[in-house]
């Protein structure tokens, strides 16, 4: 092994520990004008990539493909009730067993937290 590949192990063993594992179900809760609601955030690995699904009491529905960087993740979905469709864009960021972050819609943003089930 030369002094290359000694390097990157090392900075791989370094910066590895600071990657929060995003992975897993989260309870995921946030206060609204109607009350606060409660969902099931999945997130599992496949092939390099990362995907999510969300429960809530209205249903399952599949999000798909999201974008994770270290402890940060980030997600956009479209969902249809009986006024309409809302889109939503989700901001977080992992620290253990522990998920906070935004949900931005057309109706404003809103802080959220998760937790690990």
Not at 31 to 49: A, F, H, K, V, W
Not at 92 to 100: A, I, T, Y
Not at 104 to 110: S, W
Request: hydrophobic share 35%.
């Amino acid at each position: 092994m030369n002094y290359r590949n000694y390097l990157l192990l090392a900075l791989a063993v370094f910066v590895a520990p600071c990657w929060a594992e995003v992975a897993g179900t989260w309870l995921v809760t946030m206060d609204t004008p109607g009350g606060s609601r409660t969902n099931e955030l999945t997130i599992t690995e496949q092939g390099g990539g990362h995907f999510a699904s969300m429960a809530s009491p209205q249903g399952s529905m599949d999000i798909g493909e999201i974008q994770v960087e270290g402890d940060r993740i980030e997600f956009r979905f479209s969902r249809t009730y009986t006024g309409g469709e809302i889109n939503m864009h989700y901001q977080g960021e992992v620290s253990g067993d522990q998920l906070s972050g935004t949900v931005a819609t057309m109706r404003g943003t809103l802080p959220f937290k998760g937790v690990r089930k």
